[in-house]
């Protein structure tokens, strides 16, 4: 095949894909017509995806489907095979699950042990845990890192809670153990990609509060992308007046005050309580309906930053993960306000702000899918 029919080839496989990735399942016909692609292509590349064991045909007894006829049998990725092997690798336990091309928005995790304290010993466990599942068929593993990474170059930038991370290249030790294709992943930006599966919203600033605060943004439904691996920082941007240390070396940092540690330290300052619980802090909010002081001031703090983002961005649209979700909502519509005021497309319109779940699995697969499992097939099919 020559460089250009190749090239070619290649782009019509990805944008087969990626249609029935977000939009379930097409017949052929309506493949060739939102893709303006011809029938006989398309008819071919599905045929070929049939043949990789990536795309099936739906049932054509079921009752979706009524019409007879080849041209015009929905087909969708295959939900069976498991071609990628996720793992996220958290500060208190890792996780693993095997993903067809197709996951399923309710999947869940097949094993989780608690992260050991360096990379010879996770890449054990996470092999021994491998032996366990079905992962002959898997293509790739997706890696998700709550820290800054550079994903092309599959580096460990800055993960402050679990520094040993960035002693080793992870890639490397686990690709000696099996030779597949590894990507890491900033676990904000498979979050954001999950959400973006999940809902179809295509434009939103992404903030996840947890022990530190992450941020990501789905800008006309692609993952924004920054030159190099620092992008959409909230948590270490400074807050004039906050002389708390940062885990980042830096002093007065967001996440200081709005991860959960800071948020404790401003609860326990405020009330004279000695060393409190996340329980309590929660039940204390639960049991009045307005924000205490120290809190507001918080809200209106990080609602300067993420505000600032959002004017940047040209985002509207901001979905909240994490943490937060566990708040009375009379907190979460005055955190939501302070959001709509501190930003500038706020004084001529509605900022949506919706708390969400965490999409991590979801948009862990769909990163696999774009970057793991297309290029495999791209790379066997000209
Ligand atoms: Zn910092």
Known sequence: MSYNAAHLRRRNVRR???????????????LS??????KPTISQIVSDLMDMQVVRELDINSDAVRTPGRPSTPVELDSELGRLILIQIGVNNTRIALSPARLDVDADWQA???TPDSTA????????????????HAWGMVVSIPGVVDDE??????CPNLRWLNEEHLPT??????DLPVLLIQEIRALALGEHLATGLDNFLHVDVDTGVGGAAIVKSKLYEAPGPLT??????????????????????????????????SYADATNTNQPTWKQLTDSLQSSDTTPDWLHCTLVQASQIIGGAMNILGVNDIVITGLLNDWPKHILDDFASCIQNNCMAGQFGKITTTYAPRRRLLGMAAVGVDRVLIPHLTSNTD
Do not use: M
Not at 121 to 136: A, R
Not at 240 to 265: F, H, S
């Open 16 to 30: 087969v894909v990626e249609h029935l990735l977000y939009h379930q399942r097409a017949s052929r016909a309506e």
């Open 33 to 38: 017509s939102k893709l303006r692609t011809a």
């Open 112 to 114: 989780e042990f608690p």
């Open 121 to 136: 010993k996770l890449v054990d466990h996470i092999f021994s845990e491998l032996l366990k599942l079905d992962d002959e």
């Open 153 to 158: 170059a599959g580096d460990v930038f800055f």
């Open 173 to 178: 030790e686990l690709r000696t153990k099996r």
């Open 232 to 265: 959409i920082e909230l948590g270490h941007n400074i807050v004039a007046g906050n002389d708390r240390p940062c885990g980042c070396g830096n002093t007065g940092c967001l996440e200081t005050l709005i991860g959960k540690p800071g948020l404790l330290q």
